[in-house]
């Protein structure tokens, strides 16, 4: 199991971008699929983006197409969500995750192996 911890969430205008990183230790993250969920209140925790272990496959939920960019440095244990041009709906907390390639794609958030602690993205408009 990996240990994930995110930064880089924060408040942005419209139109505005962020970039979230998510550091792993372990050298479990080398071969791990990684992915990025959010949640909202009252709302389920959704995936929007995921990355296969050598960052050859990358997967976007239709919300984050087009202005959502994944990617990873196995180097340096990190994962990144480069995120462009926000909208107020995307506020939420994002979460980054690891796991089954599958399991992060199709949300099956009772099944993905590790979780950080989640950061806040708030978009203002």
């Known amino acids: 199991q990996v240990q994930l911890v995110e930064s880089g969430g924060g408040l942005v205008q419209a139109g505005g971008s962020l970039r979230l990183s998510c550091a792993a230790s372990?050298?479990?993250?080398?071969?791990?699929?990684m992915g990025w969920f959010r949640q909202t209140p009252g709302k389920e925790r959704e995936s929007i983006a995921a990355?296969?272990?050598?960052?050859?496959?990358?997967y976007y939920a239709d919300s984050g197409t087009g202005r959502f960019t994944i990617s990873r440095d196995n180097a340096k244990n990190t994962m990144y969500l480069q995120m462009n041009n926000l909208k107020p709906e995307d506020a939420a907390v994002y979460y980054c995750?690891?796991?089954?390639?599958?399991?992060?794609?199709?949300?099956?958030?009772?099944?993905?192996?590790?979780w950080g602690q989640g950061t806040q993205v708030t978009v203002s408009s």
């Open positions: 995750a690891a796991g089954r390639w599958s399991d992060l794609i199709a949300s099956r958030i009772d099944e993905v192996n590790s």
């Open positions: 372990g050298r479990a993250f080398s071969w791990s699929a």
């Open positions: 990355i296969s272990a050598n960052g050859g496959n990358t």
